[in-house]
């Protein structure tokens, strides 16, 4: 049902050199009237006469389409004379239309062109993440010469919000990565009666890999999202730039702070989630291999040397550097409006998470060559 | 007669927010063809009594007819065909921050007409003019736009389909003196051609001056003044002498007084 009723605007052509027009002339009544009259041709060079006794309502758009119209008519030789219009709608007739056809602005760019653009925009951001990694360098530096200006208060406050506030959600998942490790072996295992082997297998792999790794991902979806959305509304709303001109380094204020509280509190919750995995491991190995927690712990302690515990957790500062780092930088580098926030959100977690498995791999190969 | 016809009428209209009350039973009618504009301090309750009339919020009780509808009782089918009749240009303009000037101010024959893409554009282009834009701003994304060309921008959607009410919040506010003369004017022009009345909210004394037909005085969540400017500024009322005697207040009065003097004498 139409919202409204109107009556359908209509052109008639009686004689060869008259229109008559009529309905309503409106956005509303107009329809597909428009591509009607690009196919309506007067013949020979006479005059028109343009009737409009029959409109019943007439607007800007009707105005735009009629005068359209009138001036193909005038540029193909003819003298247009208009009749019957009622004074009120000759006026809006006389309102000077510019038929400006401005060209669509979207110029079609190549492949090759837009290939080079990418690989232009990347290197540049690449030097800009650059630039500010040695930033904030400075600006720790600067706080550690001068402890008494390290502000405490958003440390804690990242720990708890970045620390404490994920531990259920990080304990729930490593404790069923653990148990999905300890069950896909289990039928390997059972195979060759290595079914003790469990031990070795959930404790390493959790403790040197899946631990830290999965807690770096989760951190830098809940976390790092959480600083590029805060940063970057906070730009937006020109609040970064009141910081500046009151005289406080938004750095100091906004990311040391993130950076120090990650980093004493992703090792931390890479341990809860070592811990969590273990025993999500330790159920699965009693339930599908019967082996008991005694004997599973027993051989935990032989196979897991502390270098294999040390490596995972060495691993996690990195990645906490590499979560705020990302996560402040697509912050600092929204502008515009709202729509600018959440594409930067977006990229932060999408280049946390990347940068921390490429870190990762780095790890390995660094690992495998120190023998480790 | 139809300079009488009145287009939006409210009725007995009380508002509140928890405790806090917004409005206590408010009437105010807005005739066709006339600028009427609602003042008040910060917190009078005018942007609520605004967006009451444009369906984006609903009063507590009392009555509010626009365009001879009902706001209390419409259907969904209603609602949409009354919204299509209003246009509303917002306070910070309200423009889509994914689309540029040109496809914000298509946007609305975009989804309620059958036009095809050149002449919308075209349309909107004119529309662009009209409101006072260059023909590049057309391609410009609102957050490349000055607060001025935002104004205007948001103005060029609400005018796309020639509504019969255009709602204005603020329409000068953050605006150059240049630039906010130049709306007086535009309002006044559309006013005219297009015989559009005009509901503004505004704390610009020279606008009012200039521009607006008449004048309510919203406080303590009653009207406590209506009428023409010079009507209001005779009143006695301690809300609307706080409005008038400040130096501001003085100042734009007596500019357009000068202004009319002016004229008597050529």
């Given amino acids: ?372 | 007669m139809a300079d009488a016809e009145t287009v939006i009428e409210i009725s007995h209209v009380s508002t509140r927010f928890g405790e806090h009350v917004v409005h206590e039973d408010v009437d105010l009618q807005v005739r066709r063809g006339e600028i009427f504009a609602i003042v008040g301090g910060s917190g009078s309750g005018k942007s609520t009594l605004l967006r009451e009339m444009i369906l984006l919020q609903r009063p507590d009780s009392g009555s509010i007819r626009v365009l001879g509808v009902d706001l209390q009782s419409l259907d969904e089918v209603q609602a949409q065909g009354l919204r299509l009749r209003l246009g509303v240009m917002f306070q910070h303009g309200g423009l889509f921050g994914s689309l540029d000037v040109r496809e914000n101010v298509g946007l609305p024959l975009r989804e309620h007409t059958a036009l095809d893409e050149a002449s919308i554009d075209g349309i909107a282009a004119w529309k662009i003019s009209l409101a006072g834009l260059a023909p590049e701003a057309g391609t410009q994304y609102p957050s490349e736009l000055s607060g001025g060309m935002l104004k205007r921008a948001s103005l060029a959607r609400a005018l796309t389909l020639d509504p019969e009410l255009l709602f204005l919040d603020e329409p000068t506010a953050g605006l150059d003196p240049a630039s906010a003369g130049g709306v007086d004017e535009l309002l006044l022009n559309l006013r005219d051609t297009f015989g559009l009345t005009v509901v503004m909210i505004t704390h610009d004394l020279d606008l009012l001056w200039q521009v607006a037909d008449r004048v309510a005085v919203l406080g303590e969540g009653k009207v406590q003044g209506l009428g023409s400017m010079d009507e209001l500024s005779r009143m006695a009322h301690p809300t609307i002498r706080q409005f008038f005697d400040g130096p501001r207040g003085r100042a734009a009065a007596d500019k357009t007084s000068g202004q009319a003097t002016e004229q008597v004498k050529e």
């Fill in chain 1, 1 to 372: 049902m139409k919202p409204l009723s109107v009556t359908p605007a209509a052109i008639a052509q009686p004689t060869s050199s008259e229109l008559v027009l009529s309905g309503c002339w409106t956005a509303l009544g107009i329809g597909v009237l428009d591509r009607q009259l690009e196919a309506l041709t007067v013949p020979s060079k006479a005059e028109v006469v343009v009737d409009g006794a029959g409109v019943e309502g007439l607007d800007t758009v009707g105005v735009w389409i009629l005068q359209k119209l009138l001036q193909r008519l005038r540029g193909e030789g003819h003298v247009v004379q208009l009749r019957g219009w009622s004074p009120q709608f000759s006026k809006l007739l006389e309102l000077v239309v510019q038929h400006s056809d401005a060209p669509r602005s979207q110029s079609r760019s190549f492949t090759l062109e837009k290939i080079g653009r990418a690989v232009v925009a990347a290197g540049e951001q690449a030097f800009a993440l650059l630039g500010f990694i040695g930033e904030i360098a400075v600006a720790l530096a600067g706080s550690i010469a001068h402890p008494a200006r390290m502000r405490w208060r958003p440390i804690l406050h990242n720990i708890r919000s970045a620390g404490f506030d994920a531990l259920p959600i990080i304990g729930l998942l490593s404790f069923l990565l653990g148990i999905v490790i300890a069950y896909q072996s289990a039928d390997q295992l059972r195979k060759y009666g290595a079914n003790i082997f469990v031990a070795d297998l959930v404790g390493l792999s959790m403790l040197r890999e899946f631990a830290p790794l999965m807690t770096a991902i989760i951190v830098a979806g809940r976390s790092g999202s959480a600083y590029a959305a805060q940063i970057g509304t906070m730009a937006v709303t020109e609040e970064i730039d009141a910081m500046r001109t009151i005289g406080i380094a938004p750095i100091e204020l906004l990311v040391l702070p993130k950076i120090l509280a990650l980093i004493i509190v992703l090792p931390l919750l890479t341990f809860f989630a070592d811990v969590l995995g273990v025993f999500g491991g330790m159920i699965m190995a009693r339930a599908q291999l019967g082996v008991g927690f005694e004997d599973f712990l027993d051989r935990f302690v032989k196979a897991v040397s502390a270098t294999a515990y040390m490596i995972g957790i060495g691993k996690a500062p990195v990645f906490a550097g590499i979560i705020v780092v990302v996560g402040c930088f697509q912050g600092f580098r929204t502008s515009g409006g709202a729509e600018s926030v959440g594409r930067q959100t977006t990229r932060s977690v999408v280049q946390a998470i990347f940068l921390v498995i490429v870190a990762d791999a780095l790890f390995s190969v660094l690992f495998s060559l120190l023998d480790l």
